[in-house]
């Protein structure tokens, strides 16, 4: 079992930057790859960036590439979601997540979930 806790979500302004923080119980942190996802009101939940089980790859969506990203503490069980020019489409709920396996980029191959912290960028 995962516990997962985000944290540093908040109100800033277009062009701004925020770090995002997620916490994870258990001592097997480093068998899971790390995802971030956000929902938008009245969207679907979709896809942010994502860390392989080593670390050493990454993976983001294309309207994030550039200005989001993502790493991995694996000492202090934290994955870390760095995001910069932010824009007001940006506005969402992020929450990290945790997978075992398979494909990084879908929703449902992820174990566990975080309960997510609001991002708000104001144009």
């Known amino acids: 079992q995962v516990q997962l806790v985000e944290s540093g979500g908040g109100l800033v302004q277009a062009g701004g930057s925020l770090r995002l923080s997620c916490a994870a119980s258990?001592?097997?942190?480093?068998?899971?790859?790390m995802g971030w996802f956000r929902q938008a009101p009245g969207k679907e939940r979709e896809f942010v960036a994502a860390?392989?089980?080593?670390?050493?790859?990454?993976y983001y969506a294309d309207s994030v590439k550039g200005r989001f990203t993502i790493s991995r503490e694996d000492a202090k069980n934290t994955v870390y979601l760095q995001m910069n020019s932010l824009k007001p489409e940006d506005t969402a709920v992020y929450c990290c997540?945790?997978?075992?396996?398979?494909?990084?980029?879908?929703?449902?191959?992820?174990?566990?979930w975080g309960q997510g912290t609001q991002v708000t960028v104001s144009s």
């Open positions: 997540a945790a997978a075992m396996y398979g494909s990084l980029r879908i929703s449902s191959e992820y174990d566990y």
């Open positions: 860390v392989s089980w080593s670390g050493d790859s990454t």
């Open positions: 258990g001592r097997t942190f480093s068998s899971y790859a």
